[in-house]
């Protein structure tokens, strides 16, 4: 299923969270690793500061294991919802603003 997700980034630990996601060390996570990369290349940060993305999960709880191996510890307040495909989130690109953190 895939899901929109909304959630508030720490960033404390953006420079931590960009240089797992671009040294390989996320996407060598299995099973998901890789949609974990894809989705933050994805993901969009809107005006009051959350962040936007959309996530192809099978978990029976919605992101449950990217929640309990890497979301949970840079997030909070996260919101998930099913939607029918992905779709393009308005706002800064989540990725381009970590790599400035």
């Known amino acids: 299923m895939i899901y929109k997700v909304k959630a508030k980034f720490n960033y404390d630990k953006a420079h931590e969270f960009y240089q797992k996601l671009i040294d390989g060390t996320i996407e060598k996570q299995r099973p998901d690793g890789p949609e974990i990369v894809s ?32 979301y949970d510890y840079y997030f909070t307040e996260m919101h998930t919802a099913p939607i029918q495909q992905h779709k393009e989130m308005e706002g800064e690109s989540f990725i381009k603003k970590l790599s400035r953190s």
């Open 39 to 70: 989705s933050m290349k994805r993901a969009t940060v809107d005006d009051q500061g959350y962040t936007h993305w959309t996530e192809l999960c099978f978990c029976p709880t919605p992101l449950q294991h990217e929640r309990a191996t890497v």
